[in-house]
């Protein structure tokens, strides 16, 4: 079935949109877990955002692989299927990514769970799996053979390629209702370099983690990139690579 370049990178692009869906869904709104909330010493938030941003990172690399595949294929005049097949290799690989996650991640390696905060995490771990790997790929399998409706390959690349950028996209948005800045500053900076970047933005202090490596602060909105000129790595409602942190429950 994945023999045409068409089908294949269309496969491809569905594993980045299932790791988009649930980045986004699990790590950023409704904050289950963090992809490494399991892992022994790491209990700094500062790593939890900035592995989540690594991963984050890896879909875009696979979603772009996938739609330069697809360009490719258009390019070189390759035949390609109907809007109907491109779907059911889409939903075939959104799948397979969800199956992957949690037989490896989750299960093997163990270095999340779906849910943290609930007595019984296996049940959630078989209900995600239910929901968004069997029958993603259960629907890919029954769509397969089945003939294309009316649209062209070209009409559903191009829907393919817009939920990509906006389920990517979505990470750059801030909370809605969120009155306080979430900053992260680097290892290593003191508390007192905190107070002078505090100073330079004209920010109140709201909350912060023992070593203040993680704070809230009420700042303007003109004044949260100054923060970036004394040692913050990660600032709330800055865009990428911020937006997990604006997400994130401090």
Known sequence: MLKSPWMKWSFVLGIALGGFFDGILLHQVLQWHHFLSLVPGMDDLRLQVMWDGYFHVLMYVIAVAGLWGLWQARRR??????ATALAAAVLLGFGVWNLIDVGLAHWILRIHRIRLDTPDPLFWDVLWLAVFGLVPLALGWWLRG?????????AALLVFATGTALAGGWALREPPGQNFTAVVFAPGTTPAQVFDALDASEARLVWSDRPMGVVLVAV?????WRFYRHGAVLVGGTGLPAGCIGWSKV
């Open 220 to 224: 303007p909105k003109d004044k949260r």
């Open 146 to 154: 089945r003939p294309s409706g009316p649209g062209s390959a070209t």
């Open 77 to 82: 005049g390759v035949p390609a299927p109907g």
